[in-house]
């Protein structure tokens, strides 16, 4: 009996230090100090346009391993989440670290350490309030153009008049403040015979973008004459709850959105949306070529801005299948 007790002892060490073992080595970097390697601290997997980001990202990477070490950290959307994995990359002695914060504010102290180690930080879809000597560059959409595009696609489909509402990112986000903000600004400066009855947040989720807009019918029910979501992932969640009032999304209510992720294009096409406000998350190859000139210490542009595309109904069906998320 003891003999026996001893091997399972034994044993259970012997998985222990394998597994101490694996993962200190994964924390090491390869070591070969010719490859790059780049540590990505992303949001989540809240939306079809981060799954998107993600899978750009990640397939860049794969496709150069011989290159490019990706230490990829998936923070399900809390910021503390994303700061710890910020200091596993500093303790790793990463070339670069990557990410998109999933709000705008709380990163001084992080960012400093980063700096304090000599690590550039690269911005890749949303902005961090900080001092811009605290990170290399932002690689990402203008936001408030975005808004305001939507907000002039909105007041065209209205005719300049009529009540909607808003349906608005993650609290705290620089993508949601700044696509409010454009939106918003536009319409009171332009189209004051619109009114927006109510704007909440949706948290950029498509289940969460239903449950608000469920809200709004109940309140406001017929009165909405259009419907501005901060992404199209909350407007399809929307377009369900318009469907199960009874209401003609597209045509009782019009649909404004920004994004362009397929499934819009395809509601677009079945003519229950009406306009998606392009916003790429293709920045795979953008990020690692900025990652490689930080390495090589070059400088970059503060601001590396993804040039995008406003799309509509009438030509959503020949768009589809070009369309690469
Ligand atoms: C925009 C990005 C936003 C998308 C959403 O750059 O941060 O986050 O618009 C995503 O779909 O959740």
Not at 74 to 93: C, L, T
Not at 116 to 141: C, H, N, Q, W
Not at 244 to 262: F, N, T, Y
Request: glycine residues 10%.
């Amino acid at each position: 009996m003891k003999k026996k007790l001893l091997s399972i002892v034994l044993c259970v060490a012997m998985v222990m230090s394998m597994a101490t073992g694996c993962s200190k080595a994964s924390t090491q970097t390869s070591g070969d100090n010719d490859k790059l390697v780049v540590g990505f601290a992303q949001i989540g997997q809240e939306s079809g346009w981060r799954d998107a980001e993600t899978a750009s990202i990640q397939f860049y990477a794969g496709q150069k391993i011989d290159s490019i070490e990706l230490k990829f950290a998936d923070a399900q959307q809390k910021q503390e989440n994303q700061i710890k994995a910020i200091k596993s990359f500093i303790e790793m002695g990463v070339d670069v670290i990557g990410l998109a914060p999933v709000v705008e504010t709380g990163w001084d102290a992080v960012f400093t350490e980063a700096k304090e180690a000599g690590i550039p930080i690269v911005l890749v879809d949303r902005m961090a309030d900080v001092d811009e000597k605290l990170y290399s560059t932002f690689i990402g959409s203008d936001f408030i153009l975005e808004g305001k595009n939507a907000a002039i696609e909105m007041a065209t489909l209205l005719g300049g008049k009529g009540k909607i509402v808003e349906l608005e990112g993650t609290v705290g986000a620089s993508a949601a403040n700044d696509r409010k903000k454009g939106f918003d600004d536009e319409m009171a400066a332009s189209y004051p015979d619109i009114q927006i009855l109510e704007s909440q947040t949706g948290d950029f989720t498509r289940a969460k973008g239903k449950e608000v807009m469920e809200s709004f019918l109940k309140t406001y029910g017929d009165q909405i004459n259009g419907v501005y979501a901060h992404n199209d992932d909350m407007m399809l969640g929307a377009i369900e709850a318009i469907k199960e009032a009874g209401l003609k999304p597209g045509v009782d209510v019009k649909a404004v959105s920004i994004d362009g992720v397929k499934g819009i294009f395809e509601a677009m096409a079945a003519g229950e949306a009406n306009v998606t406000v392009e916003c790429n998350p293709l920045l795979g190859p953008q990020f690692f070529e900025v990652c490689e000139k930080l390495k090589a210490g070059e400088t970059v542009d503060k601001w590396i801005k993804s040039d995008e595309g406003i799309y509509r109904q009438d030509t959503a069906a020949t768009d589809l299948p070009t369309r690469k998320y």
